[in-house]
């Protein structure tokens, strides 16, 4: 549940923090940070809740956190690469 919460909503965490420009100017504006960081608290609060309801052990949930937050990350920098220029198809389209 964890990991799964957490790649889902930390790489909406990781899009609200680039689309909000929260560190754009040198420095962390709270109210952006504040409001990028509420999924992620959604997924830490899952997490929780299942180590709460003695379904998982503290280590698996931990585990399964840091693995959903690096897989978010790792897609998040995949999708906020820019896209290859097309190649041409003809030898008049070279450019």
């Known amino acids: 549940h964890t990991s799964w919460s957490t790649s889902g ?9 680039g689309k909000l420009r929260v560190f754009a100017d ?10 990028a960081m509420a999924p992620l608290l959604g997924a830490a609060w899952i997490g929780m809740s299942r180590i709460q309801d003695y379904w998982h052990h503290v280590e698996d949930v931990c585990a399964g956190f840091v693995l959903g937050l690096l897989m978010a990350f790792c897609y998040y920098d995949y999708e906020a690469e820019e896209p290859p220029a097309p190649l041409p198809l003809y030898a008049d389209d070279r450019v």
């Open 9 to 17: 909503l930390g790489f909406l965490t990781f899009w609200l923090l």
């Open 26 to 35: 040198g420095s962390a504006a709270p109210e952006r940070f504040a409001l």
